[in-house]
């Protein structure tokens, strides 16, 4: 190799990798970006960038803020809000062009941070980047580049939004909006649909966008009628309007399987220039059958689907109305679905089954929390057109090695109610709490007002916080003391409310016809303050069924317990320390399914110390035990205090946060699980007076909900016990939500007539 001139030998090497690493002089083409992945609204997704005619994404290593800020102006918005990693939108297919992406904030383009360079990765597509950046768009920025995964937009082709606008007196007046003429947003200005080869295949779609599973019959003739009618009147621009191609979008054309208008073929303008958009033609007219959840009378909408095929079909965790993790019922168990090839088709087909429209976004990597249970199917690929996800191809889960982590979830579209702007919070520190504050008729006329603290609860406050869009309620305040309402809403105007939960409004729900409230309003009335995320505990069914026995404990061993009341009141009794207490004892694990740790409720100022087991309780009663005759009396019962509410175990890749030991913080991080074992005080129900027979054994978790959750469903387990005096057998244990209501019925049918009970 030739030396260098005036270069020793020593500083060659140093001289070739600063040739290497140094820039070249040449500013860097900047990279086009594109969002991708299932999303919901404008401006977030997975971060993708075109390089050498391929499109690659990102690596989350080294990504922060400031590299999010250089990509979402690059996109075209003014700021980022935040960004995301671990695949967050989805995995991405194709090279990983960029990794270790380091920015400081001011570059113009992505291309221009430093980087690994381009290919050099180590990092695998589950490590995919993304953004979501701020809903304002630049000046004069382009429409951002999408991909067919977000909502399949035509290239050079951007609609935006579709509306109904209601013609009729009575669609006026409806709420949702049901029928009218189809208008689309195009490039930020609405437009209205030509009719001349409108299918109810484009009605379908259109309808799904707004929420409704299905499409109606639409009497055409009568708003051609009214068209015609609008056309001669002098007074009306319509004749005008519809004369400039603007007014217009020319043509479209949907199969019906579509997720949103802008995956369908579209014409803007006619083919040829000089000619008019729509010749003899008027607005496109669209008629929607709401849901069940969304119809005034009841029992209407329901899907005349065939027996043979259909699976039933929930949604769990979910933040809002319409989202949530796919949950089916198979072979009488629920279980969840694997996210291996799930997408926007098969997501629409479960949010029309459900009574919604089309799906919004398909989530992966089990976004709304994990599910507990069997996994029943993997690899979902629908058409479309089914009536049921049962129709759908699909491999069961068992054969495909998927795991919780996997779990599907959808967010779907669901019709615009204006519940929002029924309710309001006043005098919070945030808009996340404040006082609940009502828009409901008084005397013939809408009057704000505030709601009775009296009774008021958690479920009642979970609607609240759904209904203005929140998330979860964290907590139901009975007393707003620190909180000052709206002066125009002093009057208590709602009373007596109890809600499900499940409540789109808390209009919705049963209250008081006059209002009653002694306490008044003022600072007895009722609050909530809201989150985003909740956690959710779930017992281990398996872990009761599998390690529960009989022991007979001599009191001496037992002057703890009593103190605690773990006892029968029985034991007030006997000639202490004679004698012994037969105790039916088992393991118990709590998992956190849910999206945020769950915490005590009082904080560790206030928890009470024992003295007698010196420990703390975090939470005095945090589950119950209870042995139940089979028509639901009660035999005998226990309870346990949280006196070391921990992170006994996680999953791999989770770190343990909560221990018990030397006073620590208390809670179970979301993922993770605290296990009371078989062997500790407590952890079990006194049956010494309990005779032989059939009983079933119930465990409630956080019974009095002191702790909020996103679902309080599946907080009961409950197993068949039979008892003869010196054995024990544990059958059939699981949570109350876990089995069909079929099957339950069934086997508190089997075993009543095996006990001879009415």
Known sequence: MAMLAGVSPILLPLVLLLCRVA??????????????????????????????GRWGTVCDDGFDFHAATVACRQLGYTAAVTWTHSATYGQGEGPIWLDNVRCGGSEGSLAECVHNGWGTSDCHHGEDAGVVCSGQRLPGSPPEATTSAHLGEVPGLSLEEVRLKPVLARAKLSMPVTEGAVEVKHNGRWRQVCDAGWTRNNSRVVCGMLGFPREKHVNTSFYRKLWNMKLKDPNSSLKTLSQKNSFWVHRVRCQGTEPHLARCPTQVAPPGPGQHACPRGMHAIVSCLPGPAFQKGTGKGRSKTSQGKVLPVRLRAGTHAGEGRVEVLRHGQWGTVCDKQWDLAAASVVCRQLGYG???????????????????????????HERSLGECRFQD??????????DAAVRCHVPHMDFQSQVRLAGGRSPEEGVVEVLVPVQGRLQWGAVCGAQWGLNEAMVVCRQLGLGFASHALQETWYWAGSPDAAQVVMSGVRCTGTELALQQCQRHGPVHCPSGGGRFSAGVTCTA??????????????????EDRPLELLYCAHEERCLSR???????????RRLLRFSSQIHNLGRADFRPKMGRHAWTWHQCHRHFHSIEVFTHYDLLTLNGSKVAEGHKASFC??????????????????????????????????????????????????????VVVNPKHEVAESDFSNNVMRCQCKYDGQRVWMHGCHTSDAYGADVVSDLERRERLANNLV
Request: aromatic share 8%; hydrophobic share 30%; charged share 20%.
């Open 645 to 698: 509410l921990e992170d006994t175990n996680c999953p791999e890749g989770l770190q343990r946060r909560f221990a018990c030991a030397n006073f620590g913080e208390q809670g179970v991080s979301v993922g993770c699980w605290d296990t009371y074992r078989h062997d500790i005080d407590c952890q079990w129900i006194d049956i010494t007076d309990v005779p032989p027979g059939s009983y079933t054994f119930q």
């Open 397 to 406: 889960a068992e054969r495909s090695g998927c795991r919780h982590e996997a």
């Open 533 to 550: 995320h909740a956690p959710d505990l779930v017992m281990n069914a398996q872990l009761v069924q599998e390690t529960a026995y009989l």
């Open 358 to 384: 089309t799906a919004k976004q398909a989530l992966v990597g089990a976004q709304m929390g994990q599910g507990l249970g069997p996994i029943h199917m993997s690899k979902v690929r629908c058409t479309g």
């Open 23 to 52: 820039p070249s002089g040449q500013e860097p083409a900047p990279a086009q970006l594109r969002l991708a992945g299932p999303r919901g609204p404008a401006g977030e997704g997975r971060l993708e960038v075109l390089y050498q």
């Open 570 to 580: 029985s034991a007030d009794h006997m000639h202490w320390p004679y004698g012994h």
